[in-house]
Structure formats: structure tokens, C-alpha cells
């Protein structure tokens, strides 16, 4: 079976987790997205999050919450590891273009969010 690594940034509010959904795919996920060669946990999360949310994590805020393990939604045969973070932030979030929509998610909901995303959302609700 093939591993995948991944980062999570995992914001609640109001008993809600924030999921965002990328142009051609059917299943909410967690903001974050997969490590460049060379980069720390830490370091992707700060990419990803900018790059999906055009916001700043603030570094020395960053905690690891929790890390969960699924299969990979879309990919058979991959093992995926999600490190879930929160951290707060600066600026306003305003989704990137390779995100098609963000919702607020809570329990009655996951079913719109992919395996990994699921786990996760139980883990902070």
C-alpha cells in the first residue's frame, strides 16, 4: 500500500469545522493539502493555508492537535496520514481559485466530507 502525508489546518467555530471543496471534486476536505519535498509539517501547513485561504497562520501559534489515518479519498490503495493543526491567523479568509466552495461543517453534515475529513471533524466536535 502506498503512504501519503498530509497536513490539516482545523478551524472551529461555533460547534462548526471550516471545509473547503476544490474545483472537480465531490467531497469536502480539512483546508491543507500534501508536503513539497524538503518541508517540515509546519512549513506546508503555512503554504497550503496561504495559498488556499490567502490567510497568515501565525507561526509560533501552530499546534499539533491530533494526526488521523484513512485511505485516501480518490486514490485506492493509498494510506493517507492527516496532521491536524490549529494555529491562529491573520487576515481575512477568502477561499483561492482552486477552491470552489467553504462550508461550515458540523456532525450532522460529514457526510459530505471525504473519510480522513470525517475523522477529523469527530475528533474536535
Not at 501519503?4 to 467555530?13: D, G, I, Y
Request: hydrophobic share 40%; with cysteine.
Amino acid at each position: 500500500m502506498n503512504k501519503l502525508e498530509s497536513v490539516a489546518w482545523v478551524f472551529r467555530k461555533d460547534g462548526k469545522v471550516l471545509c473547503v471543496k476544490t474545483r472537480g471534486k465531490d467531497k469536502y476536505f480539512i483546508p491543507g493539502g500534501k508536503l513539497e519535498p524538503g518541508e517540515t509539517l509546519e512549513l506546508a501547513l503555512i503554504r497550503e493555508i496561504k495559498e488556499e485561504l490567502n490567510i497568515d497562520l501565525v507561526p509560533d501559534t501552530i499546534s499539533h492537535e491530533f494526526s488521523v489515518t484513512d485511505i485516501a479519498y480518490g486514490l485506492e490503495n493509498t494510506e493517507l496520514e492527516m496532521h491536524c493543526y490549529s494555529a491562529h491567523f491573520s487576515g481575512e479568509i477568502t477561499p483561492d481559485s482552486e477552491i470552489e466552495q467553504m462550508r461550515w461543517i458540523d456532525q450532522s453534515q460529514i457526510e459530505v466530507c471525504a473519510p480522513a475529513a470525517q475523522k477529523a471533524i469527530l475528533k474536535v466536535l
